[in-house]
């Protein structure tokens, strides 16, 4: 069995949405299907049974909260005959014991951009969480018709099991799913009209999330007491996590922000000092550099200008800008002039030819598409370049393997 969580396995998050979660099987099983990859037969089957448990709402609840080999109806598949309610599975077996947990947390996305990060934002968010009915204060029904629940035996918890290693499990005490808890149940004919007997109701709601400078994506926001409220129990906790959306020019690396700006060749060689970019707070950014030639790729560190920090806002990372360098298009002629002030070029220091005879012919230029248009790219080859391709011996095919002569 994989250590990985089944999260892992599908490559999504935890707050990964039902449709997310068939997506990531879909893909992966066509990468993975032992018809188009022998190799991917057994992580085939981890894939699948990754899909089994969290395409269906029961199960990945009970996984969220148990993990591999949790069971919420207090059953135990590796030992067929007994429950964990059965006296050869008591409580001191495993060692666990004690009051269920506490209710998990609500995880929910919150799109948010870069520049809400930068900035900080406040946004207010409406849902519908569940509330103890008023009616019936969270019973369901009437009190006076309340019977013992078979399923846990009136105690309201069970007993489950969870795999934490392979061969090895340890217990704990979880809330009975039919009872939620109360260790009573309500005849269906006697259930609360207003809740019908699911002992909560739907509320609308409005809740604010202070998002801080410098927060960042995939960073969890907990507004404790927000959430549901199962009958008997506090309020859950309501949990926001980031997910910052693409930004068209910045890119962020922690603290640090980097960007591409654009040069002509002139101020590649001779320097500038002009306004180079526009900064996320709408800022004009005024760049100047003199020492030395840049090249395309060439890097700017610009102190000070990248992310604020969360728990420093005054101080923040670096900016880093990639520079791209515009050359003059092919209309423009050079002064013969501008020779005498360049370095040497490689035809100045090129000697006279010697030996086998030259062939002097004339390039001309053509665009990136047309070349690509003409000049189609072709599969390439474990050995050697693309099938056809300059270079490639005919006599020489894939898997083949020159062999010597004999003299």
């Not at 934002?121 to 009437?142: D, H, P, Q, T, W």
């Not at 260790?183 to 007997?197: A, I, L, M, N, Q």
């Not at 490639?392 to 062999?403: E, I, L, M, S, V």
Request: charged share 25%.
């Amino acid at each position: 069995m994989s250590a990985r969580s089944y999260y892992d396995v599908l490559e999504v998050e935890e707050t990964a949405s039902d449709s997310e979660i068939k997506r990531a099987y879909r893909r992966l099983a066509m990468l993975y299907h032992p018809d188009k990859n022998p190799d991917g037969a057994d992580l085939f089957k981890e894939i699948s049974h990754a899909y089994d448990t969290l395409s269906d709402p029961d199960r990945r609840a009970a996984y969220d909260q148990f993990g591999m080999g949790g069971d919420p109806s207090g059953g135990f598949g590796g030992f067929d005959g007994f429950g964990m309610d059965d006296g050869f599975f008591d409580e001191h077996m495993f060692g666990g014991h004690g009051p269920p947990p506490p209710p998990r947390a609500e995880a929910h996305p919150l799109p948010v951009t870069l520049a809400d990060l930068f900035h900080g934002k406040r946004v207010r968010v409406r849902l519908v969480r569940s509330v103890v009915c008023k009616r019936c204060n969270g019973a369901g029904g009437k009190r006076s018709v309340l019977r013992e629940c078979l399923a846990c035996g009136g105690k309201g918890t069970r007993i489950a099991a969870r795999q934490v290693a392979p061969g090895l499990f340890s217990q704990a005490r979880v809330q009975c799913t039919a009872c939620r808890g109360s260790g009573k149940v309500v005849p269906e004919s006697d259930r609360c009209r207003k809740c019908t007997g699911a002992g909560t109701v739907d509320e609308k709601a409005a809740v604010e999330i202070d998002i801080k400078p410098g927060m960042g994506d995939g960073q969890r926001i907990t507004l404790y007491g927000q959430g549901d409220q199962p009958p008997g129990q506090a309020p859950q906790d309501l949990v926001f996590v980031l997910r910052q959306e693409a930004h068209s020019g910045f890119q962020r690396n922690g603290d640090n922000l980097s960007v591409h700006a654009k040069i002509d060749l002139a101020e590649a060689l001779c320097g500038f000092s002009r306004v180079l970019l526009t900064h996320i707070d709408g800022r004009q950014i005024v760049v100047s550099h003199q020492s030395g030639v840049l090249r395309p790729g060439d890097v700017l560190r610009v102190s000070g200008e990248g992310m604020p920090q969360e728990k420093r806002p005054k101080a923040r990372g670096d900016l880093f800008v990639v520079l791209d360098i515009l050359f003059p298009d092919s209309s423009w002629r050079p002064d013969p002039a501008l020779r005498a002030l360049l370095p040497r070029t490689a035809q100045d220091a090129a000697p006279a030819h010697q030996g086998s005879p030259a062939t002097e012919v004339v390039g001309r230029r053509i665009s990136p598409e047309t070349y690509e248009k003409e000049v189609p790219k072709r599969p390439q080859h474990a050995h050697g370049g693309a099938e056809g391709g300059f270079g490639r011996d005919p006599r020489f095919h894939q898997g083949a393997q020159p062999a010597c002569e004999q003299q």
